[in-house]
């Protein structure tokens, strides 16, 4: 069964089995606005907590998502870079940027419950 945290940065993140799958939560939306733009990172194998996720052009802000876990990246959700948009609608299938393994439990149980 898979488990759902936030992180204070407007992230929602799942866990469903070892994998942790990161997204745009409805807060994150809110403060970033309408997405107009998107540039994924390099392909990484390890990312640490405070790396950048994704820029981000949005109609409130410009902004770097910042990964609030540690791990080993599985796969990044390559749709965002053709559309973008994806990241507004509230569809956890839709608005996912990147999935990663060999994290932390424990940081994973630090994270936030609520929204």
Not at 24 to 31: A, F, R, W
Not at 63 to 81: C, F, M
Request: glycine letters at 6%; zero cysteines; aromatic letters at 6%.
């Amino acid at each position: 069964m898979a488990e759902m945290k936030y992180s204070e940065k407007g992230l929602w993140i799942q866990k469903e089995g070892e994998l942790y799958r990161l997204g745009i939560s409805e807060k994150g939306q809110d403060d970033i606005g309408e997405v107009a733009f998107i540039e994924l990172p390099d392909e990484a194998d390890q990312i640490n907590v405070g790396d950048a996720l994704l820029n981000v052009e949005g109609a409130k802000a410009v902004t770097e998502l910042e990964s609030p876990l540690a791990g080993t990246v599985v796969r990044y959700n390559q749709e965002l870079e053709d559309h973008p948009e994806k990241l507004n609608t509230p569809e956890k299938e839709n608005n996912w940027i990147v999935e990663m393994k060999d994290v932390d439990p424990a940081a994973f149980a630090q994270l936030s419950d609520k929204a």
